[in-house]
């Protein structure tokens, strides 16, 4: 649940020899959902995220903006429309955030297998630091 990652994050922040400038989080479809909202509610956190098949409400990109983003939806999704992302990346390029947004044209809802598999991500995100 939510109220379980709020407790843990700050949890393992404070318990393990964490590199706080380098804490990153990215889920997919209801955890795509998932992540904007853990960026909303733990301001200050974390350097990058990433939402596959997400989205989020275009108000909150706001308390977004201070996280650099990647955001990957599927052409196809007959799931979670991929207007969903469309319309949270537009608020946070609006806001002023950092965000790449990357559709698959013919992939379903399962846009994570395209997404792992770019060969960029995990340099991007690692490349990361808080600002």
């Known amino acids: 649940s939510m109220q379980l990652l709020q407790e843990l994050v700050p949890f393992v ?12 989080v990215g889920g997919l479809s209801m955890g795509g959902m998932g992540t904007y909202e853990l960026v909303r509610r733990l301001p200050g956190t974390f350097a990058a995220a990433f939402a596959i098949c997400g989205g989020a409400h275009p108000a909150t990109a ?7 983003w990647w955001l990957f939806h599927g052409g196809k ?13 537009d608020a946070l390029k609006k806001a002023g955030a950092r965000v790449k947004f990357t559709l698959y044209p013919e992939a379903n809802h399962n846009s ?11 340099p991007w995100l690692f490349s990361k630091r808080k600002r």
């Open 13 to 24: 922040l404070r318990t393990y020899p964490v590199k706080r400038s380098q804490v990153y």
């Open 112 to 122: 994570w297998d395209p997404a792992f598999a770019e060969k960029d991500l995990l």
């Open 77 to 89: 999704d007959d799931v979670v429309p991929p207007k969903a992302t469309e319309v949270i990346h």
């Open 62 to 68: 706001a308390k977004l903006k201070g996280v650099d």
